[in-house]
């Protein structure tokens, strides 16, 4: 069987904060808390894990890691109405919607982990 993407999992020191930050931005729900979480969108789970239980499966797993290296992106229906209850919401924008020249309407933002967050829709 050819592997089938599911999610990832961001490991996080305050998984309850990284959880809610993802649930207003993705108008979902949290299931879980600490050291767990996770949100569910159509075709993926984002997962929430603490550091420490990281640290307590796999000792030194986090010895070598950062955050705020890569971009999590996600497909919305209407970029600009999304940018609107964003900002209605008090999140910080980091690039208001766009027309990249590869055909997304993008607006980007970052989580509470430094991590860059893409929203867009196909132009």
Request: hydrophobic letters at 45%; aromatic letters at 8%; glycine letters at 8%.
């Amino acid at each position: 069987m050819q592997p089938h993407f599911t999610g990832t999992a961001l490991i996080t020191d305050d998984v309850p904060a990284l959880a809610a930050f993802y649930a207003a931005v993705l108008d979902a729900d949290v299931e879980g808390s600490d050291p767990f979480a996770r949100v569910t969108v159509p075709g993926a789970v984002l997962s929430f894990f603490s550091t420490q239980g990281m640290e307590s499966m796999v000792p030194g797993a986090m010895a070598a890691t950062a955050s705020g290296g890569f971009t999590l992106e996600f497909q919305v229906t209407d970029v600009d109405a999304r940018h609107e209850r964003l900002l209605a919401r008090g999140i910080e924008i980091l690039k208001p919607p766009t027309t990249q020249p590869w055909g997304r309407r993008s607006v980007w933002l970052r989580d509470p982990d430094g991590n860059i967050v893409n929203l867009y829709q196909e132009a």
